[in-house]
């Protein structure tokens, strides 16, 4: 990936990468990831997917008591609004950085990057690369209330 497009990536997150191997890997897909890999190691979005699954949870969980949700109801209902693919999808649509996602050849010709599970899905391995890159909950968390202050009020 050119440096200039994950400088613009990076703008678009507010988060600069230490590491920027790790933002790469969150933006590709297990296809593009196959056909690469003739003799050379091409890592995938795949794992980074659950794990930034799981701190979104626990992020979002945390943000939400600290606005005010007080019933295990209201924040279970908020936050599974917050998370449904289309969400996700539609948050990572305003960043506009879709057209980084590194898409098999097959995956171009269905042009899955419009479709809202790919873009939820790359945005929590984005989320993902962010926390290993930062090593901090806490980063991490200030930065997910930025980019989710629109769907947390």
Known sequence: MK????????????????????????LTRKAFAQEQQQGRNCEDQEVYRILGDAILKAILTELLIERGYSSRESITN?????????????????????????????????NIVQQSSVLGETFEALIAAIYLDTKSYEVTKNLISKLFSSLLS
């Open 78 to 110: 908020k936050k599974s609004e917050i998370e449904r693919r289309e969400s996700l999808g539609n948050l990572f649509r305003d960043l506009d950085i879709a057209s980084f996602i590194r898409l098999g050849r097959g995956e171009q010709k269905q």
């Open 3 to 26: 440096s200039e497009h994950i400088t613009f990536i990076e703008e678009k997150l507010g988060y600069t990468f230490l590491d920027k191997n790790l933002l790469v890997r969150a």
